[in-house]
């Protein structure tokens, strides 16, 4: 069964969208430049126009003059409006009270904006009241992925891959840490200076970690990674070019045939979203447990046991750790197991789950290709104390994981599925692996895109007689490398 995973529209990758737009780099010099965002890490290919700078600083004024009127209209907010009563508010009713408060406001103090000054302002306020502050446009912005602040007045955003700088900026120190406070707190935890970071999750599912002064020299350090609601398909990866048809028939033959695999790939790569991905060929029928350290997987099936591991509390008790997650996991009778990272003493019962009986069992690991993501395993193996000599972790690792999927974010933004390989057993101390399928970069384009295609090796799959048993009878032209063009 060769199922095709046909391109159903011509809709481009957003990788590649949005790194015209990014790529272009043109100086934020349009009327809307509060919310223009500069790319800063993208580096851009041209010189900026003379004009630029001047353009720039004279932005940089209007923000901190808005960033100051924000701040005094904020002030005279929470001396006007019942705070008591601004839960029970509606959103609209809420927005005229605040509305009509700033018009007071502005006329008082003098200061004249202009309609759209005034309503970002409105806006800005009612997130400050409402919400998350400055981080609102980012949080309803379906672009971004990744928010990662350092101190009040850097916020850099992640857009279809590339990192840039945004406008947006806090007030000052006490504003990101009240943020910062607001959203812990929510959660029951607590940082300050003795407890100095903390893994949260915001209203909406998005991840969240925060580190403050003094441990954070320069200010308090943000980094959020962006709850999708719609998580990215296995048609929508195709589509986005992160990997092939063929590949996807390949893994799909994989995950229904209960190979053991394992995700590995860089940060913010893309790894829980194709782990999100490969669970989707799981077989409805199937009882899953999944144990993540922030509950992330947005699996489809119906019969899920999800559990999400939990830090020690501020008297240092209570914590209840992936290894504690996965030990109770055996006892539930699931068919598989998902661990969304595996980077502590949870390895050795996840390779134990995987050598007996919940084949079909998957997790990520952090690392650069199927190598490492073993020599990370066998360290892993070596730092929980248990006692096994390098052997016989190999031979544990190459008899519990099957198939190893490498994922990497390119310098050019966009996500590839760069490696498929299978361990194939050990040859002496060895782990033997072949590469079925991979990514060959050729060079880079003028546009700064990265020049590359995927390709079969040339290997025909080890499993091969498996996914035949199974009812997965993979052409063998999968598997055929393409002549070059
Ligand atoms: N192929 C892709 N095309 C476009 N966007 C993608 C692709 N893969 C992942 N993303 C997006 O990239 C971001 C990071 O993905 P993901 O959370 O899967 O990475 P990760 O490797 O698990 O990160 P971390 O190391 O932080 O756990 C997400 O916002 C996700 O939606
Ligand atoms: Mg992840």
């Given at each position: 069964m060769f199922k095709r995973y046909s391109k159903t529209s011509s809709t481009q990758a957003p990788n590649d969208a949005k790194l015209t737009e990014v790529g272009a780099s043109t100086p934020a010099t349009t009327e809307n430049a509060v919310k223009v965002e500069k790319p800063a890490l993208a580096i851009p290919k041209k010189a900026p126009a003379p004009t630029a700078t001047a353009e720039l600083s004279k932005d940089e004024k209007r923000r901190a003059r808005l960033i100051d009127i924000r701040m005094q209209m904020h002030k005279r907010l929470l001396e006007t409006l019942n705070l008591a009563a601004i839960d029970k508010a509606s959103e609209a009713d809420l927005r005229r009270e605040i509305s009509a408060v700033t018009q007071d406001g502005l006329q008082e103090m003098g200061i004249v904006l202009n309609k759209a000054e005034r309503d970002e302002l409105v806006q800005e306020l009612v997130d400050e009241v409402t919400g998350l502050g400055p981080l609102e446009p980012l949080l309803r912005d379906e672009d971004v992925n990744d928010i990662l602040i350092n101190g009040h007045k850097q916020v850099f955003v992640e857009r279809a891959g590339i990192l840039s700088l945004s406008d947006i900026r806090f007030a000052d120190e006490k504003h990101l840490l009240r943020v910062i406070d607001k959203?812990?707190?929510?959660?029951?935890?607590?940082?300050?200076?003795?407890?100095?970071?903390?893994?949260?999750?915001?209203?909406?599912?998005?991840?969240?970690?925060?580190?403050?002064?003094?441990?954070?020299?320069?200010?308090?350090?943000?980094?959020?990674?962006?709850?999708?609601?719609?998580?990215?398909?296995?048609?929508?990866?195709?589509?986005?070019?992160?990997?092939?048809?063929?590949?996807?028939?390949?893994?799909?033959?994989?995950?229904?045939?209960?190979?053991?695999?394992?995700?590995?790939?860089?940060?913010?790569?893309?790894k829980t979203t194709t782990l999100n991905a490969l669970s989707s060929f799981i077989d409805n029928n199937e009882r899953i447990a999944t144990i993540e350290d922030t509950a992330e997987l947005q699996l489809q099936q119906t019969h899920l046991a999800r559990m999400e591991s939990r830090p020690a509390n501020v008297e240092g008790t209570g914590a209840v750790t992936q290894e504690d997650c996965l030990r109770n996991a055996l006892r539930m009778r699931p068919d598989r197991i998902i661990v969304g990272e595996t980077r502590g003493n949870e390895v050795i019962d996840m390779l134990q789950a995987m050598n007996t009986g919940h084949d079909g069992s998957m997790t990520t690991i952090h690392a650069n290709n199927a190598r490492d993501a073993v020599a990370r395993l066998e360290n892993m193996i070596a730092m929980t104390g248990v006692e096994l000599p390098i052997s016989a972790s190999r031979a544990q690792i190459a008899s519990a994981v099957n198939l190893i999927v490498q994922v990497k974010r390119l310098q050019d933004g966009s996500r590839r599925m760069t490696s498929i390989t299978e361990i194939v057993g050990m040859e002496g101390e060895i782990i033997s692996m072949q590469e079925i399928f991979k990514y060959e970069i050729y060079g880079t384009l003028d546009n700064g895109k990265i020049d590359g295609a995927f390709t079969p090796t040339g290997m025909r799959s080890s499993y091969s007689d498996r996914f035949k048993q199974w009812g997965y009878d993979l052409p063998t032209s999968i598997y055929t490398k393409k002549a070059a063009q």
């Open positions: 959203i812990v707190s929510a959660v029951g935890r607590r940082v300050d200076e003795s407890n100095p970071y903390v893994d949260a999750r915001l209203k909406d599912g998005s991840r969240f970690n925060a580190m403050v002064p003094p441990v954070a020299v320069d200010g308090a350090l943000v980094s959020i990674r962006k709850f999708k609601k719609e998580k990215l398909s296995i048609d929508k990866l195709v589509n986005f070019d992160a990997f092939t048809e063929e590949m996807a028939a390949y893994l799909q033959a994989a995950v229904a045939t209960r190979l053991n695999i394992i995700v590995s790939g860089g940060t913010g790569s893309g």
